[in-house]
């Protein structure tokens, strides 16, 4: 069974810019969940989304929105990118609530 | 104070050696986490748990519901068990609530 796949691995951007990050989850999982990692926060929340609907949601700004797709693959939008977005972006994904969760390897997304 | 604490933040030790690692956290939960990240970023899922004890080849986790306090153990630890281990709560909105991390070296 493949793992959870997330692309691109790296990404520079400028400041102002939008990205999207995709990511396909386990065949079978329906919850996809997003985290950023920073030096400075450590891991952090961002939101979850099961069956196509935002479950639950960190405290991100608005610029930071998600969505997931009826084969449950999953992306992630950062509008007008700001120096401090610069962070290892995580997406996981898991069979159902209170379950093990299955990291993939992260989007490296670097603001200039 | 951060809602998940780990302690302690650096770690090293001879091959061999006993290690534990403690979490301990200050909210209801549903489940608790330990996840391990080597360098490079990809985290692997170690353990989930909600009670009692867990076990998977040298690596062990406990967890006391009433005290709010885990500990993972490693036993006859190697230099590849050198990582990052990350405790995590799960609750309510917050998908996972993560500790700060404990750098493990094992010197060979």
């Known amino acids: 069974k493949a793992g959870v796949t997330q692309t691109p691995r790296y990404l520079i951007k400028t400041r102002g810019q939008q990205v999207t990050l995709s990511c396909s989850p386990i065949s079978g999982h329906r919850s996809v969940s997003w985290y950023q990692q920073t030096p400075g926060q450590g891991l952090q929340f961002l939101f979850e989304y099961f069956s196509e609907t935002q479950r639950n949601k960190g405290n991100f700004p608005g610029r930071f929105s998600g969505r997931q797709f009826s084969n449950s693959r999953s992306e992630m939008n950062v509008s007008t990118l700001e120096l401090g977005d610069s962070a290892l972006y995580l997406c996981?994904?898991?069979?159902?609530?209170?379950?093990?969760?299955?990291f993939g390897a992260g989007t490296r997304l670097s603001v200039l | 104070k951060n809602e998940v604490e780990q302690s302690p933040q650096n770690l090293t030790a001879q091959e061999g050696e006993f290690i534990t690692i403690n979490c301990s956290y200050s909210?209801?939960?549903?489940?608790l986490h330990w996840l391990q990240q080597h360098p490079g970023g990809g985290i692997v899922s170690l353990f989930m748990l909600s009670s009692g004890k867990k076990k998977h080849g040298r690596l062990i986790a406990t967890i006391n519901i009433q005290e709010k306090h885990s500990s993972l153990h490693i036993t006859a630890s190697h230099p590849r068990d050198s990582a990052v281990y990350i405790c995590a709560v799960e609750r309510g909105a917050q998908k996972l609530v993560f500790g700060q991390g404990t750098r493990l070296t094992i010197n060979p």
């Open positions: 996981a994904s898991s069979y159902s609530d209170v379950a093990i969760q299955y």
């Open positions: 909210v209801g939960i549903s489940a």
